[in-house]
């Protein structure tokens, strides 16, 4: 049986215009192509789309999810091996919602009694297994910089995504407490953390106005740095959103 790509989208919850970026870098072919120009797959490539996803969500970039993907013989062995990923991931997560836990305690209480949060018992590493290319959606109208910030991301380092992912965790605490302090975002407390994350993010390519916009909107839209945000404080993926917003309007345009 094939599956036309708009079945496949809506399975597999993967945009049609997603499947046919992974169709152009070779990474997941349709079965065919009909006379019409409609992709259509089978059950083989809903298989590797599904290993794509998983490998996707352990943090892998495309490009080593490619080469993940051609270095692997038995499909069966490839799915059990995935399997203990997932398991670990579970378990790690789970060790993390306790840290997460005890900083959401800590921050209502500062909310609460006005108390300073030094001390705090932080999560060092909450973005751990999220790479700065899942911006994928919410950068699907600014191609250019999608593929380039995968380009970048995909050749670091274990121990410079490592760094990333803390640097990441250690500003989203800072703008915590600045949300829990009452600060606007559009003042210059926060847009001092937002431009320093815009010069991080230059690093690996400058973005235009509306580039960083779509990057702020990513914080609410994108599922797993909405979570990862919301689990320091309620409010803060939205907050994060409106700062850059504001930096965008005032620096970049």
């Not at 959606?137 to 490592?162: C, G, H, N, Y």
């Not at 500003?171 to 949300?179: D, G, H, P, V």
Request: proline letters at 4%.
């Amino acid at each position: 049986m094939a599956w036309p790509i708009a079945e496949v989208a809506r399975m597999s919850g993967v945009t049609a215009r997603t499947l046919r970026h992974y169709d152009e870098i070779g990474l997941l072919p349709p079965a065919r192509i009909g006379t019409s120009g409609h992709r259509y797959y089978d059950e083989r490539e809903l298989l590797r789309l599904q290993q794509i996803l998983v490998l996707r969500a352990l943090g892998l970039g495309l490009t080593e999810i490619g080469r993940v993907l051609a270095a692997q013989i038995d499909e069966l062995a490839a799915l059990r091996g995935h399997h203990r990923r997932l398991l670990a991931e579970r378990d790690r997560l789970d060790a993390l919602a306790g840290t997460v836990s005890r900083t959401i305690t800590e921050l209502e209480q500062s909310r609460k009694d006005g108390s300073p949060m030094t001390g705090i018992n932080r999560p060092e590493n909450l973005f751990e297994g999220i790479q700065p290319a899942q911006y994928e959606e919410s950068l699907r109208a600014f191609p250019e910089l999608a593929a380039e910030i995968e380009r970048r991301t995909s050749a670091m380092s274990e121990a410079e995504i490592e760094a990333g992912h803390r640097k990441r965790t250690a500003q989203m605490i800072r703008l915590a407490e600045l949300l829990a302090a009452g600060i606007p975002a559009d003042a210059a407390p926060v847009q001092a953390e937002i431009d320093a994350q815009y010069r991080a993010l230059a690093e690996l390519r400058p973005a235009s106005a509306e580039e960083y916009r779509a990057i702020g909107r990513s914080c609410v839209d994108n599922e797993q740095w909405h979570a990862a945000y919301e689990t320091i404080a309620p409010g803060l993926a939205a907050y994060q959103r409106d700062a850059i917003e504001a930096y965008a309007t005032t620096q970049l345009s």
